[in-house]
């Protein structure tokens, strides 16, 4: 028997993740494996390139977890610089454009797997192309903005401006000032990180002021000015106009769906595409879909909602792979968790904020708490400030936020856990976790915030 075709658009986590996993359950002579990649690279880290911009990760290369030449080594066709530009479902056949050619050609599958990832959002407003404007989603971006940093060394004011303050925003800022900018950041939204609810993120804004960064509230941009040299000057927003020499983009990202909605597949509100617990794509027996470019269950919400993340990404591929390779794996959902930092600052926050309680009809109390990360008489002790929401009368968990230092952010996974097991926040003041001095105040500041939102659920009463 001729051996089935799987073909695989995207090369990085979930793509390859599961062109892998797949070849480790059939070989060559009963599943060949075609991969599209459009871009340089494959099977790399895009949540370390701020990391590398800023100097922590001292080389590009050291983000590729996986080369071209090692996949092909596994016998997976990857086919680099080559983008897929059409999809035709009923013929079960890609088409594909070789950007060094120029040559398009169609390639036919039995199994086919989208990757194809996000999107930075990059507003149609004027100056938006400039030089000097920089998004930061590919290792290409981060090495044209790193080539773009050079080129500033030797010249007068060095003012960087950074539009968007989410993960990507505050993670930029920190590189670029520890490139040596002044730093902007201006940020449309009531406060900065808007995945926190307000009263914290106005905790990160005080510290990002204390850092030396310039946080502008309330600051749409509105377009971006040039010089004679057709190089980025000024941003222009709705509260001001702002120097700059260079500017990053860090608003977010969108669901790279194109392909996939021109060729009639399903997609969400949120613009992913809606797969099954197999990660296949809803009606569709011989599709798969996973990563960035999919939505995904929000198992507190029981909504589907878009994250991009490289650690749904790479679960994504391995369910999918499992599943073409003959064998088996679903992916239940998720509880939003993510972590963060602007240098010494950690940010972290899983489940559900006070508005997205609301959206889904909950009813609900908080309770913030201030705490340590160590024990209070223990050298080096650090505030940490602990934010929990709770159900009305159940008291069942909803939501964790944590902002702080020495250990702050990795807290958030206690909370991660007892969402997905579906706790109580009484039940979560027994949890039996590690103590000693260095580590934890004997009780920890998650505990802590159990027990007071606990008394908010009593206090509430019906």
Not at 241 to 269: N, Q
Not at 301 to 319: C, D, E, S, Y
Not at 420 to 446: C, I, K, N, R
Request: hydrophobic residues 40%.
């Amino acid at each position: 028997m001729a051996a089935e075709r799987l073909v695989v658009i995207g090369g990085d986590a979930a793509g390859m993740s599961a062109a892998s996993q797949a070849r480790r359950l059939k070989g060559p002579d009963a599943l060949e494996i075609v991969a599209f990649e459009r871009g340089h690279f494959t099977s790399y880290s895009a949540c370390g390139i701020p990391y590398w911009v800023g100097g922590d990760v001292e080389a590009r290369d050291d983000l590729i977890a996986r080369t071209p030449e090692e996949h092909r080594e596994r016998d997976i066709d990857l086919r680099m610089r080559t983008e897929v530009t059409e999809l035709d479902v009923a013929g079960q056949r890609v088409k594909a454009l070789d950007r060094e050619s120029g040559k398009t050609y169609w390639t036919g599958f039995d199994k086919l797997v989208i990757a194809t990832g996000a999107r930075p959002v990059r507003p149609a407003l004027p100056g938006m192309d400039a030089a000097g404007v920089h998004g930061v989603q590919t290792l290409d971006d981060g090495q044209a903005l790193l080539d773009s940093l050079d080129a500033l060394r030797s010249e007068g004011p060095r003012r960087a401006v950074v539009v968007g303050a989410g993960y990507i925003g505050v993670e930029m800022a920190e590189a670029m000032l520890k490139r040596g900018f002044e730093v902007t950041v201006l940020n449309r939204g009531e406060q900065p990180m808007a995945t926190l609810d307000a009263d914290m993120g106005r905790l990160v804004h005080e510290a990002m002021d204390g850092l030396g960064i310039t946080t502008v509230n309330g600051a749409a941009v509105t377009k971006i000015l040039t010089g004679p040299d057709g190089r980025v000057t000024e941003v222009v927003t709705e509260a001001g106009t702002y120097p700059a020499d260079v500017v990053v983009l860090g608003i977010g990202v969108e669901p790279e769906t194109a392909l996939a909605r021109a060729a009639g597949l399903p997609v969400g509100p949120h613009g992913g595409l809606l797969t099954d617990l197999a990660m296949r794509v809803v009606g569709h027996e011989n599709i798969w879909a996973g990563g960035d470019c999919v939505e995904v269950l929000d198992l507190v919400a029981g909504r589907t909602r878009h994250i991009a993340l490289g650690t749904h990404a790479n679960k994504h591929g391995q369910v999918i792979g499992s599943n073409v390779g003959g064998g088996y794996g679903t992916f239940p959902g998720v509880v939003g968790t993510a972590v963060s930092k602007v240098c010494d600052l950690e940010i972290a926050r899983t489940g559900l904020r006070e508005k997205d309680a609301r959206a889904v009809g909950l009813r609900y109390v908080t309770a913030t708490i201030e705490s340590t990360g160590r024990a209070g008489y223990y050298p080096g002790a650090k505030p940490m400030t602990v934010k929990m929401i709770a159900e009305l009368r159940t008291g069942r968990l909803l939501g964790v936020q944590i902002v702080g230092r020495d250990g702050a952010a990795k807290r958030v996974d206690v909370a991660a856990v007892a969402l997905t097991a579906g706790m109580t926040v009484e039940q979560m003041t027994a949890l039996d976790l590690g103590y000693a001095p260095p580590f934890s105040p004997v009780w920890d500041p998650v505990l802590v915030a159990a027990r007071k939102t606990v008394a908010a659920v009593r206090g509430a009463g019906n």
